[in-house]
Protein backbone atom coordinates (compact mmCIF):
# COMPACT_ATOMS: atom_id res chain seq x y z
CA UNK A 1 0.00 0.00 0.00
CA UNK A 2 1.02 3.58 -0.49
CA UNK A 3 2.56 4.88 2.37
CA UNK A 4 0.58 8.14 3.95
CA UNK A 5 2.26 11.35 4.23
CA UNK A 6 2.32 13.53 7.61
CA UNK A 7 3.34 16.79 6.63
CA UNK A 8 5.37 18.41 9.84
CA UNK A 9 6.36 22.02 8.47
CA UNK A 10 6.50 24.12 5.45
CA UNK A 11 8.76 26.99 5.60
CA UNK A 12 8.75 29.14 2.83
CA UNK A 13 12.07 31.44 2.51
CA UNK A 14 11.68 34.45 -0.29
CA UNK A 15 10.82 32.64 -3.48
CA UNK A 16 11.35 29.38 -2.75
CA UNK A 17 9.46 26.72 -0.30
CA UNK A 18 10.84 22.94 1.73
CA UNK A 19 8.56 20.51 2.63
CA UNK A 20 9.74 18.22 6.34
CA UNK A 21 8.07 15.65 6.93
CA UNK A 22 7.51 12.03 7.49
CA UNK A 23 5.88 9.00 4.99
CA UNK A 24 5.81 5.19 5.56
CA UNK A 25 9.65 4.75 5.15
CA UNK A 26 10.58 7.48 7.20
CA UNK A 27 11.66 11.33 7.19
CA UNK A 28 11.27 12.46 3.51
CA UNK A 29 11.78 16.35 1.97
CA UNK A 30 11.09 18.39 -0.68
CA UNK A 31 11.58 21.51 -2.11
CA UNK A 32 10.58 23.96 -4.90
CA UNK A 33 9.66 27.38 -6.11
CA UNK A 34 6.93 29.37 -4.82
CA UNK A 35 4.59 31.05 -7.90
CA UNK A 36 5.62 34.75 -8.71
CA UNK A 37 3.67 37.12 -6.46
CA UNK A 38 1.48 39.17 -9.02
CA UNK A 39 2.65 42.96 -9.26
CA UNK A 40 0.63 46.17 -8.48
CA UNK A 41 -2.55 46.05 -9.95
CA UNK A 42 -3.78 48.19 -12.30
CA UNK A 43 -7.04 48.96 -11.47
CA UNK A 44 -7.40 52.63 -11.75
CA UNK A 45 -10.47 54.98 -13.14
CA UNK A 46 -9.89 57.30 -15.46
CA UNK A 47 -13.64 59.05 -15.79
CA UNK A 48 -12.74 63.03 -16.72
CA UNK A 49 -15.50 64.04 -14.22
CA UNK A 50 -15.12 68.10 -13.79
CA UNK A 51 -12.92 68.40 -10.00
CA UNK A 52 -14.69 65.47 -9.17
CA UNK A 53 -18.18 66.92 -9.11
CA UNK A 54 -21.57 65.98 -10.28
CA UNK A 55 -23.75 68.64 -11.33
CA UNK A 56 -27.56 68.43 -12.26
CA UNK A 57 -27.01 68.26 -15.65
CA UNK A 58 -26.88 63.72 -17.12
CA UNK A 59 -26.86 63.08 -13.50
CA UNK A 60 -29.13 59.86 -13.99
CA UNK A 61 -26.01 58.74 -16.46
CA UNK A 62 -22.84 59.34 -15.16
CA UNK A 63 -20.08 57.39 -17.27
CA UNK A 64 -17.36 55.61 -14.66
CA UNK A 65 -14.26 54.01 -16.91
CA UNK A 66 -11.13 52.75 -16.29
CA UNK A 67 -8.42 50.25 -16.54
CA UNK A 68 -8.46 46.32 -15.25
CA UNK A 69 -5.89 43.77 -14.96
CA UNK A 70 -5.61 40.72 -17.17
CA UNK A 71 -7.15 38.04 -16.04
CA UNK A 72 -10.01 40.31 -14.15
CA UNK A 73 -13.49 39.29 -15.18
CA UNK A 74 -15.06 42.94 -13.69
CA UNK A 75 -15.16 45.25 -11.18
CA UNK A 76 -17.83 45.86 -9.01
CA UNK A 77 -19.02 49.58 -7.41
CA UNK A 78 -20.09 49.34 -3.83
CA UNK A 79 -20.83 52.06 -1.67
CA UNK A 80 -23.08 54.97 -1.89
CA UNK A 81 -24.40 53.20 -5.14
CA UNK A 82 -24.03 49.73 -6.65
CA UNK A 83 -23.05 49.01 -10.33
CA UNK A 84 -21.24 46.21 -11.67
CA UNK A 85 -18.47 46.59 -15.03
CA UNK A 86 -16.89 43.61 -17.15
CA UNK A 87 -13.23 43.92 -18.22
CA UNK A 88 -13.06 43.62 -21.68
CA UNK A 89 -9.06 43.47 -21.91
CA UNK A 90 -7.95 45.31 -19.64
CA UNK A 91 -10.19 48.38 -19.76
CA UNK A 92 -14.22 48.61 -17.93
CA UNK A 93 -16.39 50.86 -17.93
CA UNK A 94 -20.35 51.65 -16.31
CA UNK A 95 -22.88 54.25 -16.35
CA UNK A 96 -24.43 54.91 -12.55
CA UNK A 97 -27.39 57.11 -11.86
CA UNK A 98 -26.77 59.10 -9.38
CA UNK A 99 -29.85 60.92 -9.27
CA UNK A 100 -31.86 59.28 -6.01
CA UNK A 101 -28.36 60.44 -3.93
CA UNK A 102 -28.50 63.33 -1.87
CA UNK A 103 -26.12 66.30 -2.71
CA UNK A 104 -22.80 65.97 -0.84
CA UNK A 105 -19.52 63.84 -1.09
CA UNK A 106 -20.25 60.57 -2.50
CA UNK A 107 -17.95 57.43 -1.91
CA UNK A 108 -17.56 54.63 -3.99
CA UNK A 109 -14.95 51.29 -3.78
CA UNK A 110 -14.51 49.55 -6.43
CA UNK A 111 -13.21 45.98 -6.26
CA UNK A 112 -11.48 43.88 -9.32
CA UNK A 113 -12.98 40.24 -9.10
CA UNK A 114 -10.37 38.13 -10.57
CA UNK A 115 -11.05 34.84 -13.13
CA UNK A 116 -8.29 33.22 -11.11
CA UNK A 117 -8.80 32.41 -7.20
CA UNK A 118 -4.64 32.57 -6.98
CA UNK A 119 -5.12 36.56 -7.26
CA UNK A 120 -6.23 38.75 -4.22
CA UNK A 121 -8.85 40.99 -5.72
CA UNK A 122 -7.51 44.82 -5.98
CA UNK A 123 -9.76 47.49 -4.72
CA UNK A 124 -9.50 51.15 -4.57
CA UNK A 125 -11.77 53.78 -2.94
CA UNK A 126 -12.59 57.14 -4.73
CA UNK A 127 -14.83 60.16 -3.43
CA UNK A 128 -16.75 62.90 -5.49
CA UNK A 129 -19.37 65.58 -4.50
CA UNK A 130 -22.52 65.87 -5.90
CA UNK A 131 -23.93 69.39 -6.23
CA UNK A 132 -26.93 70.33 -8.25
CA UNK A 133 -27.57 73.47 -6.78
CA UNK A 134 -27.40 76.46 -9.36
CA UNK A 135 -24.85 79.56 -8.79
CA UNK A 136 -26.33 83.21 -8.45
CA UNK A 137 -25.38 85.81 -10.25
CA UNK A 138 -28.25 88.56 -9.81
CA UNK A 139 -28.57 92.42 -10.50
CA UNK A 140 -28.33 95.18 -8.40
CA UNK A 141 -27.86 97.97 -10.48
CA UNK A 142 -29.66 99.43 -12.30
CA UNK A 143 -33.06 98.91 -11.12
CA UNK A 144 -35.12 96.90 -12.83
CA UNK A 145 -37.69 98.50 -16.02
CA UNK A 146 -35.84 101.69 -14.83
CA UNK A 147 -34.77 104.07 -18.14
CA UNK A 148 -31.13 104.39 -19.32
CA UNK A 149 -30.20 108.13 -19.34
CA UNK A 150 -29.43 108.85 -22.64
CA UNK A 151 -26.30 110.89 -21.79
CA UNK A 152 -24.43 107.52 -20.51
CA UNK A 153 -25.72 105.03 -23.16
CA UNK A 154 -21.98 104.25 -24.36
CA UNK A 155 -20.97 103.72 -20.71
CA UNK A 156 -23.89 101.53 -18.83
CA UNK A 157 -23.19 100.83 -14.74
CA UNK A 158 -23.79 97.19 -14.08
CA UNK A 159 -23.32 95.58 -10.99
CA UNK A 160 -24.80 92.67 -9.06
CA UNK A 161 -24.49 89.63 -6.59
CA UNK A 162 -22.54 86.31 -7.22
CA UNK A 163 -21.96 82.95 -5.40
CA UNK A 164 -19.31 81.23 -7.56
CA UNK A 165 -15.60 83.57 -6.53
CA UNK A 166 -13.74 83.12 -8.83
CA UNK A 167 -15.56 81.87 -11.86
CA UNK A 168 -16.77 84.47 -14.22
CA UNK A 169 -20.27 86.40 -14.87
CA UNK A 170 -21.47 85.96 -18.28
CA UNK A 171 -23.37 88.94 -19.87
CA UNK A 172 -25.65 89.26 -22.45
CA UNK A 173 -27.97 91.99 -23.55
CA UNK A 174 -30.64 91.64 -25.87
CA UNK A 175 -30.00 88.09 -27.04
CA UNK A 176 -26.52 88.74 -27.67
CA UNK A 177 -26.56 91.79 -29.33
CA UNK A 178 -23.78 93.20 -26.44
CA UNK A 179 -22.03 90.75 -24.46
CA UNK A 180 -19.43 91.27 -21.86
CA UNK A 181 -17.63 88.87 -19.22
CA UNK A 182 -16.93 90.04 -15.34
CA UNK A 183 -15.56 88.49 -12.62
CA UNK A 184 -16.80 87.51 -9.45
CA UNK A 185 -14.94 88.49 -6.35
CA UNK A 186 -16.40 88.67 -2.97
CA UNK A 187 -19.74 87.70 -4.08
CA UNK A 188 -19.95 90.44 -6.44
CA UNK A 189 -19.32 91.55 -10.19
CA UNK A 190 -19.30 94.74 -11.82
CA UNK A 191 -19.00 95.75 -16.02
CA UNK A 192 -19.54 99.04 -17.96
CA UNK A 193 -21.57 98.58 -21.38
CA UNK A 194 -21.61 100.40 -24.28
CA UNK A 195 -25.54 99.91 -25.45
CA UNK A 196 -25.36 102.97 -27.83
CA UNK A 197 -25.74 100.70 -30.84
CA UNK A 198 -29.36 99.15 -29.33
CA UNK A 199 -32.72 100.18 -31.25
CA UNK A 200 -34.84 101.79 -29.06
CA UNK A 201 -37.69 100.85 -26.65
CA UNK A 202 -37.13 97.44 -24.30
CA UNK A 203 -34.01 95.93 -23.34
CA UNK A 204 -33.12 92.57 -21.52
CA UNK A 205 -30.09 92.24 -20.09
CA UNK A 206 -29.29 88.37 -18.95
CA UNK A 207 -26.10 87.39 -16.60
CA UNK A 208 -25.36 83.70 -16.18
CA UNK A 209 -22.83 81.78 -14.12
CA UNK A 210 -21.88 78.67 -14.06
CA UNK A 211 -20.10 76.43 -11.34
CA UNK A 212 -17.75 73.69 -11.24
CA UNK A 213 -20.19 70.86 -11.13
CA UNK A 214 -21.48 72.51 -14.41
CA UNK A 215 -24.63 73.79 -12.78
CA UNK A 216 -25.24 76.93 -14.86
CA UNK A 217 -27.67 79.88 -12.81
CA UNK A 218 -28.91 82.90 -14.72
CA UNK A 219 -31.18 86.23 -14.19
CA UNK A 220 -32.49 88.66 -15.99
CA UNK A 221 -32.78 92.54 -15.97
CA UNK A 222 -35.39 94.71 -17.89
CA UNK A 223 -34.27 98.36 -18.77
CA UNK A 224 -36.11 100.60 -20.91
CA UNK A 225 -34.28 102.76 -23.71
CA UNK A 226 -35.51 106.05 -24.95
CA UNK A 227 -34.59 108.25 -28.27
CA UNK A 228 -32.01 111.04 -27.21
CA UNK A 229 -33.61 114.03 -27.64
CA UNK A 230 -31.57 116.43 -29.51
CA UNK A 231 -31.62 120.29 -28.36
CA UNK A 232 -33.96 122.72 -30.63
CA UNK A 233 -32.58 125.44 -32.11
CA UNK A 234 -33.58 129.01 -31.36
Known amino acids: AAATRKVAAWVALGGTFAIAGCG ?29 ALGSANINAVTIAGHCDSGATGVEITGTVTAFAACVGTDWSTQVNFSAVADGVITLTLTQTMASSGLPPASITVSLTKDTVAPSAAFSLPAANSTIDPSTLNAVALAGTCTENGNPVTLSVNAGAVTATATCASGAWSATLDLSSLADGAVTLTSSQTDTAGNLGTSTLALVKTPVVLPTLA
Not at 26 to 35: K, M
Not at 36 to 50: D, E, F, R, Y
Open 24 to 52: GGGNESSSGTLPTTPGASTLSITSSLPND
